[in-house]
T-cell receptor
Framework: DQQVKQNSPSLSVQEGRISILNCDYT??????FLWYKKYPAEGPTFLIS?????DKNEDGRFTVFLNKSAKHLSLHIVPSQPGDSAVYFC??????????FGTGTSLTVIP | NAGVTQTPKFQVLKTGQSMTLQCAQD?????MYWYRQDPGMGLRLIYY???????DKGEVPDGYNVSRLKKQNFLLGLESAAPSQTSVYFC?????????????FGPGTRLLVL
């Protein structure tokens, strides 16, 4: 049973607009969340993280929002660039325990 | 600084054959991990190692074995490959205690079992 779900397999966005990628989780014990980015034929690379004591974390064009009551997190990319085209995975863990990954969302940024 | 490297990049096996997937990291990380990625599923943890000489099962360990004889290497073995083990395998490493720090991934090994 998937504990972390990404219900949108793909997303297309115009360059310069906002990309919003969503992730839902079921385990209320999860308290640490990450987003990874993956290009074809490469391994996932860490993008941004957030702990459950926060509801928002920013790093440049990337912002992650956490809604604990809804068990939902989202990644906002503003402005989107063609180089952002990749598969994005969210992951969650309870501190010190294994990460559970979502199935990924393939983002295409159209120039 | 190569980070995490995996060999081979691609492998075809027949059912029942054995092989070892190799992973090496040059970041002096304490913890290492093996994941598999299948279509429609997220990365799933097979085994991990919190330090040289120690290994623990993850979510899907059946059919695999691992060894961590050196800090920089983590080997994943398939004793008798099955078609269900067709997947992309990713190795990762992290500093400090297992699952406490950012994991850095290798480029993956694509395995096809016929």
């Amino acid at each position: 049973d998937q504990q972390v779900k990404q219900n949108s397999p793909s997303l297309s966005v115009q360059e310069g607009r906002i990309s919003i990628l969503n992730c839902d989780y079921t385990n209320s014990m999860f308290d640490y969340f990450l987003w990874y980015k993956k290009y074809p034929a490469e391994g996932p690379t860490f993008l941004i993280s957030i702990s459950s004591i926060k509801d928002k974390n920013e790093d440049g064009r990337f912002t992650v929002f956490l809604n604990k009551s809804a068990k939902h997190l989202s990644l906002h990319i503003v402005p989107s660039q063609p180089g952002d085209s990749a598969v994005y995975f969210c992951a969650a863990s309870a501190v010190g325990n294994q990460f559970y990954f979502g199935t990924g969302t393939s983002l295409t940024v159209i120039p | 600084n190569a980070g995490v490297t995996q060999t081979p990049k691609f492998q075809v096996l027949k059912t029942g054959q054995s092989m070892t997937l190799q992973c090496a990291q040059d970041m002096n990380h304490n913890s290492m991990y093996w994941y598999r990625q299948d279509p429609g599923m997220g990365l799933r943890l097979i085994y991990y190692s919190a330090s040289e000489g120690t290994t623990d099962k993850g979510e899907v360990p059946d059919g695999y074995n691992v060894s961590r004889l050196k800090k920089q290497n983590f080997l994943l073995g398939l004793e008798s490959a099955a078609p269900s083990q067709t997947s992309v395998y990713f190795c990762a490493s992290s500093n400090g205690l297992a699952f406490q720090e950012t994991q850095y991934f290798g480029p993956g090994t694509r395995l096809l079992v016929l």
